[in-house]
């Protein structure tokens, strides 16, 4: 109980600098931002899914919980939103760099979901029209009860913000972790695992598990030869890290967040599929 205590307490912390920088950069946006800068943020949503997806590569998940904030604020587009999920790489490529896995096969499966993010973000941002991007802070304010009135606002408001925003994320990610700990693998669950098809679609289920843990796991079941490469896609292209836990503390369109989380889950499975007809190895 105490080793998952203490991990989970060190992942909050790692997290805690990027919520913390995503909200003071919306603090400024609304408070000392002049009308041009806004304008600039407003006109970047072409170039957007780029961005996000190449931010998303980098191993860590504090970009997809900036992302989400930055969603509910209107900041980017729910393409540039998809494309930081997607692509993010979380605890995947600390594990395969530790377990020696080939430099050309991390490379290339990083490369595929930065690709794969980035076409995804870019086609519904085409098909979804008229994403106002109005950078709407002061409903965050409202919602969270921010003290933004302060004469230190900015600072401190960007403090409010991330503390409370750990702060639920570590009550929610020891739950989660407590859980995993404690519960042991079956044999019917490696079967699952190890079944084509079927396999694609529960590998993202787990990548759903809004919690660093599940990255975790799908890259070990993979590098134990448990599952597949289109197994180990299709999860931790779904795998967004707390991104989606924050989503949904944040954002409050509950229907909003269930139907971004169904285009998650269904962009995970068919790039995970459609990874076979490539030959990444």
Known sequence: MLEVFTETLIDNLKLFPF?????????????????????????????????????????????????????????ITIGTLMAIFLSTSDEMVPIMLAKSLPLKTIITIVGYKFLYGLICGLIIDFFIKNQKLQADISSLCRNENCPCERADSLIYAAFFHAFSITVFIFAVSLILNICMEFLPASGLLVQILKTPLISEFFSAFIGLIPNCTSSVILTQLYLENSIN????????????????????????????????????????????LISNLFPIY
Do not use: D
Not at 25 to 44: M, P
Not at 239 to 248: E, K, T
Not at 253 to 272: D, P, Q, R, S, V
């Open 19 to 75: 919520l913390f920088a995503a909200y003071l950069l919306l603090e400024y946006l609304e408070h000392k931002a002049s009308e041009k800068t806004l304008r600039l943020v407003q006109n970047s949503q072409k170039e957007g899914p780029f961005i996000g997806a190449a931010c998303g590569i980098i191993p860590q998940c504090g970009f997809s919980a900036a992302a989400a904030n930055f969603y509910a604020a209107r900041v």
């Open 229 to 272: 490469l289109s197994s180990l896609l299709s999860g931790t292209l779904v795998a967004s890290g707390v991104g989606v836990l924050v989503l949904f503390r944040i954002n409050r369109n509950l229907k909003e967040n269930l139907k971004i989380l169904a285009l998650l889950y269904i962009c995970g499975i068919f790039g995970g």
